[in-house]
RNA sequence: GGCGGCGUACCCAAGCGGCCUAAGGGGACGGUUUGCAAAACCGUUAUUCGUCGGUUCAAAUCCGACCGCCGCCUCCA
């Protein structure tokens, strides 16, 4: 079974076909960088993350451009308000370009701690002005667009395919339309492809309509175009930025080149807090360093980055996700227990005796790997791959209780939870950060003194003595587990 | 008002016409193991999928109505 996605364009799961044999271009709107990123820029790139491993995992070259937004947009309506970054910089008493900085830095941060593997590019919208301006031009020259006092409004009206993608026609949109009327344009339905700006507004260039900045719709279509080409396979972004501004760059793009812009439409479904969506402009969203550290008082503790990311993946892409701190300490839990298993696997495979690895054992694992793909293929089923490492964390366990697993088998398994749970899912890493190896020799052979006093006091029945290292240790975030056989392990729990 | 989506066990969540008397995780409970823990293992936890009708040999899955919730139509992941 080839890929199959669900195209919001024509509202079906399609073949995937790509444009050019073996190569993908996929454009993903990034974020306006004005604040620190949340739970919900965290669904959403994790999501596309794991497309883009899927296809590459398939085999394809993906070019992935996932843009900055580094030009603030309007606060309110399309027409007046206020630039949200210069809003931003206002209260920070900084430049823009500052704030723009500073959270482009936090959101690469946070999206390094969620194990998203970096687009190939990042372009900024500031760093393509002449370029949007050249496309405002092109419009302005082929009649789409119309100059009023220093601004350009695309002419809904001219583009034949106006709604296409989001199901609507301009008549009823205006009829319970909560945008004020602006007499500059047109219709209400025109969008602000330049918009001419104050004096006091900080970020403005010059342009052939006098000073002023882009709008909003014009970077993604610009940037797309021109690293990607005028027709791209795969354009991603949030439910929420269908209309108008997903309807709005086909409008622009395919004006200006007569050519089909997008092929593959995707979009991925929000993150709720109480039903409700979290949003910056909502103000009940919980940034991600606030879940890493569990500074919030809706959290109860701090969690793993990839046990957010295991939550995120729990559910499918185009489905809401509600979001609560069960919710994630499941996920947690469950996170755990993979780790758990995959370092008891990997610790094992040193000690375990030699020979071929279990016919039965490589079946299994073949069939798991099956139905990995099968559920991958499926419109990126991450519910049922996760479910898959589930099943093997049972043969694993399974394995580990019995002495005459070969290292090899156990190898075979490691190499597949690399594989599937690694290179695709992103939530077993090649090193866990606490695992007993590597640097942390010191802290091994320190914890293995302990151990050895502790299994002293346990040969001499003093369990009182026992029980105080035990408990000594773990108030310091590490545990000691009994294996039969006499062993003990350790582990950190933090 | 227009457009779109969702409602599955205590919680999260997959399934989208027959292999479903419904995956997987978490939680809870019982058991094995253990000096005690922890971890692991075994078992139990939805004859039922918002409600009511209909189509079908067959429905959680299709259709209709109703109830509830959410998103978009203003910036937003």
Redesign the pocket.
Known sequence: MGLRLYNTLT?ELEDFVPLEIGRVGMYV????VY?PP????G???VSFDIIVRWLRYLGYAVAYVQNI?DVG??????DS?ED?IAKQAKKEMKHPMAIAEYYTWMFFRDMDRLNCVRPDISPRATGHIPEQIELVQTLVDKGYAYEVNGSVYFDVSKFAGYGKL????VE??Q?????EVNSEKHSPAD?ALWKKAEANHVMQWNSPWGKGYPG?HLECSVMSMKYLGKTIDIHG?????????HECEIAQSEAANGVQFVKYWLH?????VN????????GN?ITLDQVFTGQHTALSRAYDPLAVRQ?IL???Y?????F?D??L???Q??Y??IA??VQ?LRNKIVSAPTGAADKSVLAELDAAKAKFED?MN??F?T??A??VL??M??IT??L??NPKTTAETFKAIDVQFRRLGGDVLGIVPEVYPHAATADNDLLDYLVGQMIQK?AEA?RNKD??A??AI?KDLEARGI??????GGV?TWRRNK
Request: aromatic share 6%; hydrophobic share 35%.
């Open positions: 509202r709107c990034g974020p306006t604040g949340h739970l919900g820029h669904k959403s790139y937004t947009h309007l606060t309110d309506d399309a308000g949200k989001s199901g609507r026609n009823e949109m009829a319970g339309a909560r945008v969008f909003w972004g949030g439910i929420e930025n269908q209309f108008p501004h991925h479904n929000m993150m709720t039903g409700q969506k979290m949003g910056k402009s909502l969203f939550l729990n559910s499918h185009r489905m809401t996700m509600d609560s069960a919710a300490a499941a996920a839990s469950g755990d227990r758990e298993a008891a559920a499926d419109d089923n519910a049922i996760v479910s589930f099943e964390v049972k366990n399974r580990l209780e502790r346990r369990f009182a026992s029980d035990r545990v000691l587990e009994d294996k039969p003990t």
